[in-house]
């Protein structure tokens, strides 16, 4: 019976060695098969590759519309690039076996219509959710309804492709999963933060400081100026605290929330450490990837915002405003009502407000300390700087003596990961912060993570739109529409020098109209930065200055997105403005406009145009300030 079994044993290992290597075999050497990219577009080279083992006693055939056409090969394997014009078969014969596809091409003009869809739907539902939604689901229809598919069917398919294929790839991605976390633990940090009376304690030493007209908007000013790592936490804190102030300073309620609106977003969507940053980068990163540049996200970054005009003179022009004691247009009627105690309130504000609002307060029985704000973000701050040293560090450069100290910086700023750095600093900031709560016990660890979750909450709004945003940059990069654009782009002859403006004023509109500078990002980048690079090669820019170009485009996105969220009466930040200090928003709105159109044309003709021409950046920046200082001047009355 053992001899048996032993004999027993030996067959079927034998049977199982035998076919696994035959099953081996059998997987090398897969038959050749036709790989063609998601969308073969109209008029546009289409990669025709061959995938599987080629028979070295048979060379493959392939044939389109029933002519050979000559293979090339690579490391990759056998390929050719194609131009479909209409529709066409390709034929592949390999050792006797013939394999067909059929091949529909998609008009290049088609590849607009996604995100035109999403923004025009945006425009008239004001919701960008849906909209970046209906953007996908119409491409994504239309690459299966090429293909041959029905209309149902395309429809049908291409909504479980948005979520099982672009939001899905979207959500895998190492560096999109690394900004997800960056966000929730920077959203669950300020929650925390705010709950412990951190960032109330850093309100309350400023605000003693407040003794008049001009001191309390000054302090104001500053407060949002410190409170830069978040424009919702900005808000909401110093809105909230400075309102008993600046009332009882009789500076009105309108002033107050421009001047709170006014820093929060700016200075969030340009300092080096905030909420917006992994967005931004994200947006980014997807432009440079489709185009192919050899940088990091956050290098561009850093070039880009020399170039970032609205944002800088938009808090240039709030400390003039202050300095000068000066107001025009309807803010200077608010500020002299506010004069003559006659303050607008808006008393229905308060009870509609959002939920953020609960999850930023501070319970009574706590006591507000400074340092409990201050160390967290100090700590992510140096954790981000000592992370970005620490992944991009490379003896060769720093022991080179062909580079300055900046230069050294810069190259090791360009080397890191970023997306690392920011993780680990962000952690550590969550880390000390519920360390320093639960040491003086101001809450319980129980409250301490349900504040940590909440905080996670309040991030899912952006969230949902990053999500959405990668998904539909992917789409547009199967369909080319960057290339349908800079088609439109180099056949109307415009002048490159002046895309960056134009890209300033679509994404003013776009934000103005749905009310969401992060939904404009998501639209904007990933059409304007392939495309602005592909037109400076078109007309035939050297890369300098296609690359100064570039880096204007990249702040002009975000500036633009910026104004336009000043602008609309239907923006977050705005609404919650006019909440946080108790304003009719309406009047909030109002008074704000012509302040934020000021700057704008300021920025746009003193700022974005010039530079883009080559004009000195520093030089720019002192006819500007001199603008905006003489504005005041002349337009300006003291109250």
């Not at 098969?33 to 995938?51: D, F, H, N, S, Y």
């Not at 400390?319 to 025009?328: C, P, T």
């Not at 040491?439 to 990053?466: P, V």
């Not at 959405?468 to 990069?477: E, F, I």
Request: glycine letters at 6%; a positive charge; hydrophobic letters at 50%.
């Amino acid at each position: 019976m053992l001899k048996f079994s032993k004999a027993r044993f030996l067959f079927l290992l034998t049977f199982t060695l035998v076919s696994s290597l035959s099953f081996s075999g059998f997987a090398h050497n897969k038959k050749l098969e036709i790989k063609l990219p998601p969308a073969v577009m109209k008029g546009l080279k289409t990669e025709i590759r061959l995938e599987g083992t080629v028979n070295e006693k048979f060379t493959p055939q392939l044939l389109i519309n029933g002519v050979r056409i000559d293979l090339n090969e690579d490391e990759k394997g056998l390929f050719v690039d194609h131009v479909f014009e209409q529709k066409s078969e390709i034929q592949l014969i390999d050792t006797h076996v013939i394999t067909q596809k059929k091949i529909n091409p998609i008009p290049l003009w088609l590849s607009i219509l996604p995100p035109l869809i999403a923004i025009i739907m945006a425009l008239l539902t004001k919701e960008v959710f849906s909209s970046l939604f209906v953007g996908l689901l119409f491409g994504s229809a239309c690459l299966f309804k090429y293909a041959g598919a029905n209309f149902f069917i395309a429809i049908a398919k291409g909504g479980f492709a948005v979520v099982d294929t672009y939001l899905m790839h979207a959500l895998l991605d190492k560096d999109h999963l690394s900004i997800i976390i960056f966000c929730m633990l920077i959203g669950g940090m300020v929650t925390l933060i705010s709950m412990n009376g951190g960032m109330k304690g850093i309100v309350n030493i400023l605000s003693k400081y407040a003794k008049s007209r001009r001191s309390g908007q000054f302090i104001t000013y500053l407060m949002g100026l410190l409170i830069f790592f978040d424009d919702y936490a900005n808000t909401l804190v110093v809105g909230n605290t400075m309102r008993p102030v600046t009332d009882k300073l009789k500076i009105s309620r309108e002033k107050l929330a421009y001047i709170v609106d006014s820093t929060s977003a700016p200075i969030a969507a340009i300092a080096f450490i905030t909420t917006w940053i992994g967005a931004e980068l994200s947006y980014i990163q997807e432009g440079i990837t489709s185009i192919g540049l050899q940088t990091t996200a956050y290098a561009v970054f850093l070039q880009s915002l020399k170039y970032s005009f609205y944002p800088i003179l938009t808090l240039a022009f709030v400390g003039i405003l202050i300095w000068q004691r000066r107001d025009f247009g309807p803010m200077l009627k608010s500020e002299k009502q506010a004069v003559q105690n006659k303050l607008s309130f808006n008393k229905s504000d308060k009870q509609h407000s959002p939920q953020i609002m609960k999850e930023l307060s501070v319970s009574d029985n706590i006591q507000a300390r400074w340092f409990n704000a201050l160390i967290p973000v100090l700590v992510v701050i140096i954790g981000t700087i000592s992370g970005l040293i620490y992944t991009g560090w490379e003896d060769s450069v720093w022991n080179s003596h062909s580079y300055s100290f900046t230069g050294k910086l810069s190259q090791t700023i360009g080397n890191a990961d970023i997306f690392t750095a920011l993780i680990w600093s962000s952690l550590a900031g969550v880390f000390a912060a519920l360390v320093l709560t639960s040491a003086q016990r101001l809450l319980s660890l129980k409250e301490s993570i349900e504040g940590l979750i909440n905080g996670f909450k309040t991030m899912f709004h952006a969230l949902l739109i990053l999500s959405l945003a990668w998904s539909l940059a992917l789409l547009t990069k199967h369909l080319h529409t960057a290339d349908f654009i800079t088609n439109i782009l180099v056949g109307i002859e415009i002048n490159p020098m002046f895309i960056p403006a134009l890209t300033f004023l679509f994404s003013a509109f776009i934000a103005f109209s749905t009310g969401s500078s992060w939904g404009t990002m998501a639209i904007i980048y990933p059409l304007m930065l392939p495309a602005v690079y592909k037109i400076g090669q078109e007309a035939g820019l050297g890369s300098a200055e296609i690359n100064a170009i570039f880096y204007n485009v990249v702040s002009c996105v975000l500036a633009g997105s910026v104004l336009g969220d000043h602008c609309s009466p239907i923006s977050d930040t705005t609404i919650l403005s006019s909440l946080a200090c108790s304003c009719n928003h309406i009047h909030h709105v109002r008074t704000q406009m012509p302040y934020a159109i000021t700057v704008a044309l300021i920025a746009i003709l003193g700022g974005t145009i010039p530079t883009a021409f080559g004009f000195p950046i520093w030089i720019s920046y002192l006819l500007c300030f001199g603008a905006l200082f003489m504005v005041i001047k002349l337009m300006g009355k003291r109250v």
